[in-house]
């Protein structure tokens, strides 16, 4: 079962769009809660508080259409937005 952190990281790194090898070779590595860089961490820390989140999307069900993620029950993916600095955006 995928950790908040691993949930965390995998939408963080959807965030940042497609990269040459995925679905080539094996999957990530886990990262530790600490390793995240600050913007993560402290999305972290809202989804393990419960919230409040400040994203109108936190907390919804990701729907891996793509299919990039190992395959899961519906509700087992959910997306939440880590703030990229420098980004208005988001």
């Not at 729907?63 to 420098?86: C, F």
Request: net charge positive.
């Amino acid at each position: 079962m995928l950790t908040i952190a691993g949930r965390v990281l995998v939408c963080t790194l959807l965030a940042l769009g497609p990269l040459p090898s995925v679905g080539k070779g094996p999957p990530p590595s886990e990262i530790a809660a600490q390793d995240l860089p600050a913007e993560a961490r402290t999305t972290l820390a809202r989804i393990r508080a419960g919230g409040p989140f400040p994203y109108e999307r936190d907390g919804v069900v990701f729907g891996n259409r793509e299919r990039l993620l190992p395959p899961r029950p519906r509700d087992y993916y959910y997306e939440y937005t880590v703030p990229t600095p420098g980004e208005k955006s988001r």
